[in-house]
């Protein structure tokens, strides 16, 4: 079975330009959560998706905004990229919302110039 | 609020020697929580977790976790290190009944033959 894929893997963009990110959560998985990694830090969350309703939210800018599809996918969109948008996203599926174990993807790269 | 300490930046070992990766917490109701391992450019995986039932948390690869209520840690353990387990280590921490995970700063593990 396929795990989590997002897409692009890489991506570089400059200073005021608009992203979005993409998410396919495993096969039958009907939450997907979105988390920041920063170089050298321990990823940050940034939302969760379930069932295409907006369960939770971490602490970022109006600049970030996602949504969630029929098909259980995830995009996120980030406006006005900033230097400090630079960063390593990842995209996590769970089977349902709650204390369910949450499966990563390999991330997209973005790099802000 | 919740949150994770890990108290180790770096942690070097011998092959075939044992592993300990330190991790305190922080949490206002009874938490989750978990081990994650994230290798070169790549996702993360969950080596374990811990919700409520027995406080020695076995994992793949052969680590496992002891919840430490009193102490408020939980450290990972390995009695015997390969090559293979040379990686970053994320200690996670969650609201149980809720999604959004939340992160250490890592411990990178150093392997050496």
């Known amino acids: 079975d396929a795990g989590v894929t997002q897409s692009p893997t890489h991506l570089i963009k400059t200073r005021g330009q608009q992203v979005t990110l993409r998410c396919s959560p495993i096969s039958g998985h009907k939450s997907v959560s979105w988390y920041q990694q920063v170089l050298g830090q321990g990823p940050q969350f940034i939302f969760q998706?379930?069932?295409?309703?907006?369960?939770g939210r971490g602490n970022f800018p109006d600049r970030f905004s996602a949504r969630q599809f029929p098909n259980y996918s995830s995009e996120l969109n980030v406006n006005a990229l900033l230097l400090g948008d630079s960063a390593l996203y990842l995209c996590?599926?769970?089977?349902?919302?709650?204390?369910?174990?949450?499966?990563f993807g390999d991330g997209t790269r973005l790099s802000i110039l | 609020a919740q949150s994770v300490t890990q108290l180790d930046s770096h942690v070097s070992v011998s092959e075939g020697t044992p592993v300990l990766l330190r991790c305190n917490y922080s949490?206002?109701?009874?938490?989750?929580l978990f081990w994650y391992v994230q290798h070169p450019n790549k996702g993360l995986q969950l080596l374990l977790k811990?919700?409520?039932?027995?406080?020695l948390v076995k994992g793949i690869n052969g680590f496992e976790a002891e919840f430490k209520k009193s102490e408020t840690s939980f450290h990972l353990t390995k009695p015997s290190a390969h090559m293979s387990d040379a990686a970053e280590y994320f200690c996670?921490?969650?609201?149980?009944?809720?999604?959004?995970?939340?992160f250490g700063t890592g411990t990178r593990l150093l392997v050496s033959p």
């Open positions: 996590a599926s769970s089977i349902r919302d709650g204390n369910q174990p949450q499966h």
């Open positions: 811990y919700t409520s039932a027995a406080t």
């Open positions: 998706y379930y069932e295409k309703e907006e369960r």
């Open positions: 949490s206002s109701y009874s938490p989750s």
């Open positions: 996670v921490v969650s609201e149980r009944g809720f999604q959004k995970l939340v």
